[in-house]
């Protein structure tokens, strides 16, 4: 009897625990995704995720058949339609890699005791966190809450496993019925606003396997010096390629290791970048923080971390100003250029995130969800974890946060992150025409208004805990 391999934030055929299980089970497998916009409490994708996940599709349907697989793509009720996969193939395992939302969860808790009272063997395998949530704990045995001793203890724990290779014994079940991805409509029509993240982007795991190994040996040992230089094409660009699971923190673990491993320590070149690898990986850990919180404080993604936040006299979020935002039409050159970048290309380099989202919130003192939001639905590496968790980390409200009263000036970032303005004409070309609007708000005045709104709520409010 078959297997069922349901493909979800793992879209790659390396190091794919589930595959290989599937594999070693030794029976004809069904690859299976869904797109599933009908499960209840799960988030809708945005629209650059769905032109990336189209892509990615791609790209995955393409690995598979490298080995001799096919992938099936079925659109409902994620239950609904492993229940009649599983009728129409007889299959009687189903194998899936874990994933950390709470709806989520509970979608595949639902499915894994249906099935098993079915009958049916249902696994779920750890494959896209290098550390579970739920053991990396205090000594209290309480989950973290603060990012430096979590990453510590990280660093405590055994070493992740190393990448699982390519399963090379595959069997395929076919006759099974697919949807045609096409009908899926994830790509933009009219508009077609795509052009931008089209010469930006190829998904898919080779592309993501090339770039990381293209960062390691041209960028790693300027990383400490020059990440936070938008300008330059300092850091990896592999944000989108985690979410969608076309790389695992597996790979990037072991392939940064062995690359650093490999270096002549002696050299100064060498030493720098041993450095990069310890700060990049020190990234990743973030990334992996970002889903301890999600997994342990589930309403992240929606509620104020700091209750005493719910008081926060946040501005009416106008049409005209959110545009302004949005559109990168503000007249604050670094915070135009940032969401300029992401509007064209769909990623937004991580210093300007910060310095655009404190002017969100603080210079115009708007609802930090308000740019969650849009940063969800035009980021191609929009993710459930770290997209909140960072939001709620400048805005003050979050767990181990920025403080509220720090407010970035994008003036002063920009002359230190950007002093010879290349990424700013680079995005914002118009800076010097009469067509450039004026500030949107005076710095100084904003700045001291959120100061004054922060100080009418009452700070001694704890952390919330898990509802
Ligand atoms: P690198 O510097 O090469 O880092 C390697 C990897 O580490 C990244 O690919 C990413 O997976 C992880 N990482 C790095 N920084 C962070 C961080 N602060 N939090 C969590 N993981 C991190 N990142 C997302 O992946 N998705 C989001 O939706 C997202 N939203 C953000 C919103 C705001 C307001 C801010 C300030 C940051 C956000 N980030 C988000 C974090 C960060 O900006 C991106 O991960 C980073 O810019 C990706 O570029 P890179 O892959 O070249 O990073």
Known sequence: APSIVWFRDDLRVADNPALHEAAQRGEPIVCLYILDDASSGLRPLG?????????????????LRDIGLELTLRRGAAADVIDSVVTETGAKAVFWNRRYGEAERNV???????????GVEARSTQASLLFEPWTVLTGQGAPYRVFTPFYRSCLAEPEPRHPLPVVDEATLFAGVTSDALDDWSLLPTAPDWAGGLRE????????????????LSDELSSYVAEQDLPAQDATSGLSPYLRWGEISPFQVWHETRSYVASLDRRTSEGTRAAEGASAFLRQLVWREFSYHLLFHWPQITHANMRPAFDDFPWAEPSPVVMEAWQMGRTGVPLVDAGMRELWQTGIMHNRVR???ASFLVKNLRIDWREGERWFWDTLVDADPAANAVNWQWVAGSGVDAAPYFRVFNPELQATKFDPAREYIRRFVPDIDAETYPPP????????????????????????????
């Open 200 to 215: 930006a982007w190829t998904p898919g795991e080779t592309t993501a396997l090339e770039r990381l190994r293209a960062f």
């Open 108 to 118: 595949d808790a639902g499915i894994k005791s249906s099935l098993r009272a079915a």
């Open 354 to 356: 910060m310095v655009v």
């Open 47 to 63: 629209g650059a995720a769905r032109w990336w996940l189209h892509h990615s599709l791609e790209a995955l349907a393409s690995s």
């Open 440 to 467: 949107l708000v005076d710095l100084k005045e904003s700045r001291k208004a959120a100061l004054d709104a922060y100080a009418s709520i009452s700070k001694d409010r704890a952390l919330g805990e898990p509802g």
